[in-house]
């Protein structure tokens, strides 16, 4: 009997005995559903602290120098206040870094603050003033929907232009074109001369509430004290070339500083590793926990399976001794009951497969947590439900397939 | 009448082409539990083209034992058996699965049918297993269907059908291999007189159309229609009586 005509009788078996086929594939539903569901989870926030909070926050092999870290969780305050006494990073700091550095990276300056933007009456409170050089907007990988980032003249000058975050060019302008106009922050007037793509925002935080200036423009006295930056950002090209950048970084640093080699760094090179690394924790443990829910449910499912083909073994004693003495070889047999316990499987494995897209559908839908379908997991799910339905099917179809059809025909 | 002398056949002789059937001092022996049954005890049989044959005897005479061993289904702890001039005493599970599967067409008492098909499928069954495709089974399970006069019966499962026309679904199967011997086990046990009558006519019209039939009955008026009796008693042959037609 060929292969295919054992699936198609597998299946008008399982047709016909409906409710107990749908018993036997709930182990492996339940076994896919959770495999996707729990995968798409881990997959959407992975990809979420990876492409979106990394990268939005830091950039790609990016670091930045700043006195202290920007991140930190449970800081003791004696550390804290260590952090507070450190020098600050001085213009001439970051151009010393800059010119060691021997790889191809990609530098700015950055210092942030927060403060109101107005245009004529009306006001954007609680904005994000970066003072930065020309090349923030690559490293952080902004893109400009309207008008034009500044230029490296521009910075270097110190003219008063800005270019707008989303929301703030919303807030001030509604519908009309804010290109041109002039915004005041900080009593200065500032020439807009671009508005930054949407942004969207990082769990609740938006991120389009930010206006950028020139590093050298009047601003720099509202962020900082004459000749003080928060941070120097370095992009390089690849990790490795990042390494080695904040090598050379750490080198120019100390010597700046006089430290001695037994002194500690009075400076960060602070890369969004910290951040990557508290998640990696929680992935690790995730992926332990997650492979042993779905084996537990998919042996479960397989027992299942073996279980109810054992009995339909028994039942249809008497079709086996009767498909013998028709001709069917022990292969038939076999054939016959594997592809059963295997179209069984790959029903439940299926119908998992709907329910872990609806269940990463419905997370997306009503919970914070982000949640991306993994075509790995749904490949794995069927392969993995198929597989347990063939290994489950082994013995039961063995068993079938030596029968006596002399023995099995007198079965009442 | 008694028959002549059967053809004197020597171990490892090929049988004559017309002889369909032959067993050589064929024996069958069963360890229950440390004790030996011998079933049958060296019977030797021919049975040629076309002929109609009942066996009879009483029950544990060895005709279910022979019944097993001439369809296949079991293999002789000796002696020689040549079915369509096949040596099929020796040949393995695989081979013997292929030998039913063309050479026999099976007849039971109780049918056999799986219930959940339809007539059709019910007769599709050894063409599966013979590797036809789907098409040309349909179109033959259909004619043999129609050979037995259940052409507007098709679609019926078995529990839609009366006895008779269950037992004839069965014979359709039986026959569509085109099989050298139609075996039948007491094909009308589970049947009342009019439906076993209706059935016996199915096999004379089968008969009269050249198929043989070794047919296994404990009922004489059943019996009574096939052209040759052979009985058995205690493991051997005991009568081989040939009526004139």
Same mark, same amino acid.
Request: proline share 5%; with cysteine; charged share 20%.
């Given at each position: 009997?060929?292969?295919?005509?054992?699936?198609?009788?597998?299946?008008?078996?399982?047709?016909?005995?409906?409710?107990?086929?749908?018993?036997?594939?709930?182990?492996?539903?339940?076994?896919?559903?959770?495999?996707?569901?729990?995968?798409?989870?881990?997959?959407?926030?992975?990809?979420?602290?990876?492409?979106?909070?990394?990268?939005?926050?830091?950039? !790609?092999?990016?670091?930045?120098?700043?006195?202290?870290?920007?991140?930190?969780?449970?800081?003791?305050?004696?550390?804290?206040?260590?952090?507070?006494?450190?020098?600050?990073?001085?213009?001439?700091?970051?151009?010393?870094?800059?010119?060691?550095?021997?790889?191809?990276?990609?530098?700015?300056?950055?210092?942030?603050?927060?403060?109101?933007?107005?245009?004529?009456?009306?006001?954007?409170?609680?904005?994000?003033?970066?003072?930065?050089?020309?090349?923030?907007?690559?490293?952080?990988?902004?893109?400009?929907?309207?008008?034009?980032?500044?230029?490296?003249?521009?910075?270097?000058?110190?003219?008063?232009?800005?270019?707008?975050?989303?929301?703030?060019?919303?807030?001030?302008?509604?519908?009309?074109?804010?290109?041109?106009?002039?915004?005041?922050?900080?009593?200065?007037?500032?020439?807009?001369?671009?508005?930054?793509?949407?942004?969207?925002?990082? +769990?609740?935080?938006?991120?389009?509430?930010?206006?950028?200036?020139?590093?050298?423009?009047?601003?720099?006295?509202?962020?900082?004290?004459?000749?003080?930056?928060?941070?120097? +950002?370095?992009?390089?090209?690849?990790?490795?070339?990042?390494?080695?950048?904040?090598?050379?970084?750490?080198?120019?640093?100390?010597?700046?500083?006089?430290?001695?080699?037994?002194?500690?760094?009075?400076?960060? +090179?602070?890369?969004?590793?910290?951040?990557?690394?508290?998640?990696?924790?929680?992935?690790?443990?995730?992926?332990?926990?997650?492979?042993?829910?779905?084996?537990?449910?998919? !042996?479960?499912?397989?027992?299942?399976?073996?279980?109810?083909?054992?009995?339909?073994?028994?039942?249809?004693?008497?079709?086996?001794?009767?498909?013998?003495?028709?001709?069917?070889?022990?292969?038939?047999?076999?054939?016959?009951?594997?592809?059963?316990?295997?179209?069984?499987?790959?029903?439940?494995?299926?119908?998992?497969?709907?329910?872990?897209?609806?269940?990463?559908?419905?997370?997306?839908?009503?919970?914070?947590?982000?949640?991306?379908?993994?075509?790995?997991? !749904?490949?794995?799910?069927?392969?993995?439900?198929?597989?347990?339905?063939?290994?489950?099917?082994?013995?039961?179809?063995?068993?079938?397939?030596?029968?006596?059809?002399?023995?099995?025909?007198?079965?009442? | 009448? *008694?028959?002549?002398?059967?053809?004197?056949?020597?171990?490892?002789?090929?049988?004559?082409?017309?002889?369909?059937?032959? *067993?050589?001092?064929?024996?069958?022996?069963?360890?229950?539990?440390?004790?030996?049954?011998?079933?049958?005890?060296?019977?030797?049989?021919?049975?040629?083209?076309?002929?109609?044959?009942?066996?009879?005897?009483?029950?544990?005479?060895?005709?279910? *034992? %022979?019944?097993?061993?001439?369809?296949?289904?079991?293999?002789?702890?000796?002696?020689?058996?040549?079915?369509?001039?096949?040596?099929?005493?020796?040949?393995?599970?695989?081979?013997?699965?292929?030998?039913?599967?063309?050479?026999?067409?099976?007849?039971?008492?109780?049918?056999?049918?799986?219930?959940?098909? /339809?007539?059709?499928?019910?007769?599709?069954?050894? %063409?599966?297993?013979?590797?036809? =495709?789907?098409?040309?089974?349909?179109?033959?399970?259909?004619?043999?269907?129609?050979?037995?006069?259940?052409?507007?019966?098709?679609?019926?499962?078995?529990?839609?059908?009366?006895? =008779?026309?269950?037992?004839?679904?069965?014979?359709?199967?039986?026959?569509?291999?085109?099989?050298?011997? %139609?075996?039948?086990?007491?094909?009308?046990?589970?049947?009342?007189?009019? /439906?076993?009558?209706?059935?016996?006519?199915?096999?004379?019209?089968?008969?009269?159309?050249?198929? /043989?039939?070794?047919?296994? *009955?404990?009922?004489?008026?059943?019996?009574?229609?096939?052209?040759?009796?052979?009985?058995?008693?205690? =493991?051997?042959?005991?009568?081989?009586?040939?009526?004139?037609?």
């Amino acid at each position: 009997m060929p292969v295919l005509e054992a699936f198609r009788l597998a299946l008008l078996t399982i047709r016909a005995q409906k409710l107990k086929s749908g018993f036997s594939l709930i182990g492996v539903f339940i076994g896919v559903a959770s495999l996707i569901g729990a995968w798409s989870i881990v997959n959407g926030v992975n990809r979420y602290m990876t492409v979106k909070f990394a990268q939005t926050l830091y950039g !790609v092999n990016t670091f930045q120098l700043r006195r202290r870290p920007m991140f930190a969780a449970n800081v003791p305050d004696s550390v804290w206040r260590a952090w507070r006494r450190r020098p600050r990073i001085k213009f001439g700091d970051a151009e010393a870094v800059t010119a060691a550095i021997s790889g191809p990276v990609v530098t700015a300056w950055a210092s942030d603050e927060n403060v109101s933007v107005f245009y004529g009456n009306k006001e954007a409170r609680d904005i994000q003033l970066t003072a930065a050089s020309e090349r923030y907007f690559d490293i952080k990988n902004l893109r400009i929907a309207a008008g034009r980032a500044f230029t490296a003249q521009e910075n270097r000058s110190g003219v008063p232009v800005a270019v707008l975050g989303e929301a703030v060019a919303k807030r001030l302008f509604s519908d009309r074109n804010p290109l041109n106009h002039s915004v005041r922050i900080g009593g200065i007037g500032y020439r807009v001369i671009g508005v930054v793509e949407h942004q969207g925002s990082l +769990l609740d935080f938006p991120l389009d509430r930010f206006v950028v200036v020139p590093a050298q423009s009047p601003a720099q006295s509202l962020v900082n004290p004459p000749g003080v930056l928060d941070a120097l +950002l370095v992009k390089a090209p690849s990790e490795e070339a990042m390494r080695d950048a904040i090598q050379e970084a750490e080198g120019v640093m100390r010597g700046r500083r006089h430290l001695r080699p037994t002194q500690d760094n009075n400076f960060v +090179l602070e890369t969004s590793e910290g951040v990557q690394r508290f998640w990696a924790g929680i992935n690790r443990i995730l992926m332990v926990v997650l492979p042993g829910v779905v084996i537990v449910s998919l !042996v479960i499912g397989g027992v299942v399976i073996m279980n109810i083909m054992l009995m339909s073994v028994t039942e249809r004693t008497r079709e086996i001794g009767l498909r013998k003495s028709l001709g069917a070889r022990r292969r038939d047999v076999l054939r016959q009951f594997l592809a059963e316990s295997a179209a069984i499987a790959s029903v439940g494995a299926g119908f998992g497969i709907l329910a872990g897209v609806g269940l990463t559908v419905l997370i997306n839908a009503v919970s914070p947590l982000p949640a991306k379908l993994s075509p790995a997991s !749904v490949v794995l799910g069927v392969l993995m439900g198929t597989g347990v339905g063939v290994v489950a099917g082994v013995y039961p179809a063995s068993r079938a397939a030596r029968l006596d059809p002399i023995a099995a025909l007198r079965q009442e | 009448m *008694t028959l002549p002398a059967p053809q004197p056949f020597r171990t490892g002789d090929a049988p004559l082409p017309e002889i369909i059937i032959l *067993t050589h001092k064929l024996t069958r022996e069963y360890d229950m539990g440390g004790e030996v049954v011998r079933a049958l005890q060296g019977v030797s049989l021919q049975i040629k083209h076309n002929e109609y044959v009942a066996v009879m005897g009483p029950s544990g005479s060895g005709k279910s *034992t %022979l019944m097993n061993l001439i369809g296949c289904l079991d293999t002789p702890t000796s002696g020689e058996y040549w079915l369509n001039s096949q040596q099929v005493s020796e040949l393995d599970d695989d081979a013997l699965a292929r030998i039913r599967n063309k050479e026999i067409g099976f007849v039971f008492q109780t049918f056999n049918l799986l219930p959940r098909a /339809t007539a059709l499928h019910n007769v599709e069954l050894p %063409l599966i297993y013979a590797g036809l =495709g789907a098409r040309e089974r349909r179109d033959r399970a259909a004619q043999a269907l129609e050979r037995v006069g259940l052409g507007d019966r098709m679609a019926h499962r078995p529990n839609e059908l009366s006895g =008779g026309q269950r037992q004839r679904v069965a014979i359709a199967r039986a026959l569509v291999n085109r099989p050298s011997i %139609l075996l039948a086990d007491e094909p009308t046990g589970n049947l009342d007189s009019t /439906t076993s009558g209706e059935i016996m006519g199915v096999f004379r019209t089968l008969h009269g159309e050249g198929q /043989t039939i070794v047919m296994v *009955t404990h009922e004489h008026d059943i019996a009574a229609h096939a052209a040759r009796v052979v009985t058995l008693r205690d =493991g051997v042959i005991a009568t081989d009586q040939r009526r004139a037609a």
